[in-house]
């Protein structure tokens, strides 16, 4: 029933310290210290709360752009590890332009707004940017604007057409599956200044091996007997799926292996088509909104595949262990060339609290492993459709053969909400 | 099965969804409570299943005697559902429809509905107009509905660590004044598990209809409550639940989603007042609420309320408009 597609409410993060006591009880009214209150309704009814794809009714609302939901905006406030990363570059923007693609609510563009960026440009498929908007203006930022919709939809409104730093968080739970990737590398090769930065630059997938029965019988054995009924063929669809949770420390049970990593400068150039024969296109070849692609060097052309890796990986067991899970973990890196103080790693801590939430695929047959064996095997990952961020996972998995020699292979499908 | 991406791909289905609901103890056991309750309405009788999913309900009825059981769903778990129906022996009572009802061709009326078709707030993207229009086309006259009615109910609960947390964060972040952001924040109900020691006033009842007769355009209610504090305490938000009574048999069974018992996936819906209510002990509020479907999109609930209040410690009078989506 669609209803429960609904994202749960989200949990509220650590508990927050409230700044300044405001509990303004002194209240207006019937509303009606009257015109503001209501402009700003009529301003919330049109834009935040009726977006664009609104004007068909059978659009799925919220569905098609959960990130208008403020109360899911919320976490943004509490994320000081991004935060602190990015700071390191929003101290040096002064007199530079700056695009945000992803901006969301907005908050680094006008932090960059406030360091005296000579522009920022903030861009996000939600409606939230037409609240940002409005915030920004509240609070004076004269050198900021906001922009709903699609890169190349809007970039011939932008006020200037070459950025000194493009900030995009690109990567998906799978490197390059993210449909932000598209429009990083679209800005990169027709948006970014001579000398200028993509920030962040890197990012890598890592590795662990999960030891999780309790899970699997969870997701997986529930199916057998359902208030009396079998429901087998219900395993099959867990079986395939990529759980996105939140892995407890107790049940990693290996090392960490830094699988694979891309970087943004050697990415294929945008233009590329970017399927592999299914479904719908997810890349627009732009040949109508004047981005004429420049700059194209041959470094680009003979750059990383964008749609498929195919990569080793291998870790070692930290105990005696069954292993019955792998679980990947995406960081993300700054190296920045004209300014070496502004790195940054966003990394990640498997068992504690990661920028992205880690993703989970169930090996078919568990991996029974003594302490310091190897696990070994591969990973594939294919881009299905990125602008649902949409991906296939192959993998295989084995043993050294400490306690018995396994081999296990599998494919899953990945992608958003 | 073969096992490429692309069969994979094609064949998706969030599997998720239909744990949560499966595992919602209360939810699936009201359903098959009522049917095998009942047992003897079903005998040698033809049901229908709104939204079957995995079939579940579709085998409770098939358990319970039906001659024959149409289940119908348009996403592709339908493909599961109909090999579910099949691994249980029931293939020749069961049959298994990926598809609209609207498109639904049968050769026989039904005697018995049955669906899960509430959604949050009962009404909030639920299937009750596919519901309504399976009963007028395919309902025999004297058609059962299972469940055959459905009530929500409101009370006033206190909310201070969330107000802060939800509400109060966007007054300073990062020396920005976000406070825009709070005020549409208060246009978003929320979802979630309140709990009993929250509840700070009676409960009313806020709409109630009778799915044997109630009609699409009904759905649209105005409703008037008195809320009275049952202690002193701030009002800071509504809480909305509702029921759904299971009473074709002679045995009736209720499913209920109040506060006052385990949360069930629904939980409950919570308004946050613009200007919470400081109320003592037995001091009334009144409200008014008018929930419609919204113009341009008719899967969003608009919600306004107004409020009335004269008590010792505030008088507040105000509109406030909601929007679930």
């Known amino acids: 029933m669609p209803s429960r597609k609904n994202p749960p409410p989200y949990a509220s993060g650590p508990n927050h310290n409230k700044k300044n006591n405001n509990n303004n009880k002194n209240e207006k009214k019937n509303n009606a210290s009257g015109r503001n209150a209501s402009v700003e309704r009529i301003i919330a009814n049109e834009s935040l709360l009726a977006t664009e794809s609104e004007k068909h009714a059978t659009s799925k609302s919220l569905y098609g752009d959960p990130g208008a939901r403020i109360s899911g905006n919320v976490h943004n406030i509490y994320d000081r590890i991004r935060m602190r990363a990015y700071q390191s570059i929003l101290k040096n923007i002064k007199g530079k332009s700056l695009l945000h693609l992803g901006c969301g609510m907005g908050l680094i563009s006008m932090i960059a707004a406030r360091s005296l960026a000579s522009v920022v440009v903030a861009v996000d498929h939600s409606a939230i940017v037409d609240a940002a908007q409005v915030v920004a203006k509240q609070n004076g930022l004269q050198n900021i604007s906001f922009f709903h919709g699609s890169l190349r939809d809007v970039m011939p409104q932008f006020p200037l057409q070459k950025f000194d730093v493009i900030l995009c968080e690109w990567m998906g739970a799978f490197l390059v599956n993210d449909s932000l990737l598209d429009d990083a590398l679209f800005a990169r090769d027709n948006l970014l200044a001579e000398g200028g930065v993509m920030c962040p630059d890197g990012s890598s997938i890592h590795v662990v091996g999960v030891s999780d029965y309790a899970f699997h019988l969870d997701t997986v054995e529930y199916w057998s007997n359902v208030y009396g009924f079998k429901m087998e063929p219900m395993k099959a669809l867990v079986r395939q799926e990529v759980e996105t949770c939140s892995v407890p420390a107790a049940n990693i049970a290996t090392s960490t292996c830094l699988a694979h990593t891309v970087n943004i400068a050697t990415l294929k150039k945008s233009i590329e088509s970017d399927m592999n024969g299914t479904g719908s296109s997810s890349n627009n070849n732009n040949n109508n909104n004047g981005g004429e692609v420049e700059g194209e060097t041959a470094k680009k052309m003979s750059g990383q595949d964008l749609n498929d890796y195919t990569v080793p990986f291998s870790m070692r067991a930290s105990r005696d262990t069954t292993v019955n899970y792998l679980t990947f973990f995406v960081d993300a890196t700054f190296t920045n060339p004209n300014d070496p103080g502004a790195n940054f790693v966003l990394g990640i801590r498997p068992g504690g609290s990661n920028l992205w939430t880690e993703t989970s695929v169930g090996l078919p047959e568990p991996l029974p492993l003594r302490a310091g064996e190897t696990l070994s095997g591969e990973l594939r990952v294919r881009v299905v459709d990125r602008r649902r961020g949409a991906a296939a996972v192959d993998i295989t998995a084995r043993t050294d053969g400490g306690v018995a020699k396994v081999e296990t292979s599998g494919s899953y499908v990945y992608q958003h909400c | ?325």
């Not at chain 2, 998720?16 to 079903?42: C, P, Q, V």
């Not at chain 2, 979630?192 to 649209?220: G, K, P, Y």
Request: aromatic share 12%; net charge negative.
């Open chain 2, 1 to 325: 099965m073969s096992g490429t991406g692309d069969y994979y791909f094609d064949s998706y289905s969030h599997y998720g969804i239909h744990m949560e609901m499966l595992k919602d103890y209360h939810r699936t056991t009201s359903y098959r409570d009522a049917i095998w309750r009942n047992a003897y309405l079903f005998k040698d009788k033809v049901v229908l299943d709104v939204g079957c999913g995995t079939g579940i309900l579709s085998m409770f009825a098939a358990k319970a005697g039906a001659r024959k059981v149409i289940g119908i769903d348009c996403s592709s778990v339908a493909v599961q559902a109909r090999q579910i129906v099949k691994d249980n022996g029931f293939e020749d009572v069961i049959t298994i429809i990926q598809g609209k009802v609207e498109d639904l061709q049968l050769d026989e009326k039904v005697d018995i509905i049955i669906s899960e078709w509430m959604g949050y707030f009962l009404l909030y993207e639920s299937m009750l107009n596919t519901v309504l229009y399976a009963r007028d086309k395919w309902g025999t006259p004297d058609v059962k509905l299972f469940p055959d009615g459905a009530n929500m109910y409101v009370c006033g609960i206190s909310d201070e660590q969330y107000k802060q947390e939800r509400f109060d964060v966007w007054d300073d972040v990062q020396g920005f004044d976000f406070s825009y952001f709070k005020r549409l924040s208060y246009i978003e109900p929320l979802i979630d598990t309140v709990s009993r020691e929250q509840i700070a006033t009676n409960t009313a009842s806020l709409f109630s209809f009778d799915i044997n007769t109630v009609r699409e355009e009904d759905l649209a209610f105005t409703s008037e409550f008195t809320l009275a504090a049952a202690r002193s305490d701030c009002v800071d938000a509504l809480c909305v639940h509702f029921d759904t009574p299971f009473t074709a048999g002679h045995e009736a069974v209720v499913l209920s989603t109040t506060p006052l018992t385990a949360p069930t996936h629904w939980r409950q819906t919570v308004l946050y007042l613009h200007n919470p209510l400081r109320m003592k002990r037995g001091e009334q509020a009144k409200f008014r609420m008018c929930c419609r479907p919204n113009a341009c999109n008719p899967r969003d609930l608009d919600i306004a309320l107004h409020v009335e209040f004269d008590g010792e410690l505030q008088s507040s009078h105000y509109d406030q408009d909601f929007r679930l989506r």
